[in-house]
């Protein structure tokens, strides 16, 4: 929780730095004023929040979240703006205005103010596996299993569950499949998850850097099931779980690659539960977003050298940060020593 060298100074001062947020309150599920910064306990708290457009002129950072609307007012001198996109590039505004944003906050790790759906620790960094007392695989007698809803992502994910399931198992629930499970009643629905399966395809819409959602981290790191990931580049996904936590599809040539090392481990309990060591050495985060932003306001070595986005959608969306296919054929396409 980083402090501002000078901060004691300027919290004598009495003066709060303001932060608009141009969207409205009702998208972020804050409240008008400091009740965030100080329910949060910030060791950087001088700073709040407001709605009011009014407020553009004089605001210290104008915070938008997922879409820009140019203010009605000129710009300040050192007014911070900052774009918070939640939804990957495929799903968010492109923006047409350039040398717009100053800071970015996002689910990407080289994000001005990285904003990741969950974040891991562990309790010591040199303990990541521990001999577990029970057996994950005990009484469990179906195979794989998907909630899904959306069945036309673009990433090709239902196709690839089609492909799997012509060797394995893959029970699939939602509007993508033949399985019924009512979102009214989720938690019964994980509970079938937790006593039943032993696999869950944690697939994203998209295939983006960094993107890794509550489909894999809530809905199986945080139940006793193993996790078949597609979305984020493996080095992603291994950047920011507990090691040894789940299967990265790009790790196999093939579903059915994939699907004979599957089978492999439903018979094999020793090896399905080596995947279950991590569970115990560390815990996720509460990772202060808006503490954070208020500290980086308060900063005066962020506002020595300006940084700007020429075109904030250069960075966000150029090339290499999604691909329609797996990321093992995309480094195929771009690594010229394998097209030799």
């Known amino acids: 929780m980083f402090v501002p060298p000078n901060y004691e100074s300027i919290k004598r001062k009495g003066k709060l730095k303001t932060i608009l947020l141009y969207n409205g309150l009702g998208p972020w599920n804050v409240k008008a004023g400091r009740e965030v910064f100080l329910n949060a306990k910030c060791p950087v708290s001088t700073c709040s929040i407001t709605a009011a457009r009014d407020k553009a002129v004089t605001a210290d950072l104008i915070l938008y979240k997922d879409h820009y609307i140019p203010p009605a007012v000129p710009r300040s001198a050192r007014q911070i703006y900052m774009m918070y996109f939640l939804e990957c590039p495929y799903h968010t505004q492109h923006v047409k205005f350039p040398d717009v944003f100053n800071w970015t906050a996002t689910y990407r790790k080289d994000s001005d103010v990285v904003a990741p759906y969950e974040k891991w620790e562990y309790f010591d960094p040199r303990i990541r596996q521990a001999e577990q007392d029970r057996n994950y695989a005990l009484n469990k007698t179906r195979k794989v299993a998907w909630f899904v809803s959306n069945c036309g992502a673009r990433n090709g994910r239902l196709q690839y569950a089609h492909e799997l399931q012509k060797h394995i198992q893959v029970d699939i629930y939602g509007a993508c499949g033949t399985y019924k499970c009512s979102r009214s009643t989720a938690d019964k629905c994980f509970e079938i998850l937790d006593r039943d399966y032993k696999f869950y395809l944690a697939f994203e819409n998209s295939n983006c850097k960094d993107y890794i959602t509550e489909k894999f981290f809530v809905n199986a790191l945080n139940r006793n099931i193993l996790p078949i990931v597609m979305g984020a580049r493996p080095e992603d996904y291994e950047a920011s779980s507990p090691q040894k936590s789940y299967i990265h599809v790009d790790e196999f040539?093939?579903?059915?690659?994939?699907?004979?090392?599957?089978?492999?481990?439903?018979?094999?309990?020793?090896?399905?539960?080596?995947?279950?060591?991590?569970?115990?050495?560390?815990?996720?985060?509460n990772t202060f977003y808006w503490c954070r932003v208020c500290s980086l306001l308060h900063d005066e070595a962020s506002f020595q050298k300006p940084k700007w986005y020429e075109d904030i959608n250069d960075w966000w969306r150029g090339p290499g940060v999604c691909t329609d296919g797996s990321w093992r054929n995309y480094r195929a396409r771009k690594d010229p020593i394998s097209e030799e």
């Open 253 to 285: 040539a093939s579903p059915k690659e994939l699907a004979e090392y599957l089978n492999i481990l439903d018979r094999n309990d020793e090896l399905y539960n080596s995947y279950f060591k991590w569970k115990g050495t560390g815990e996720f985060i």
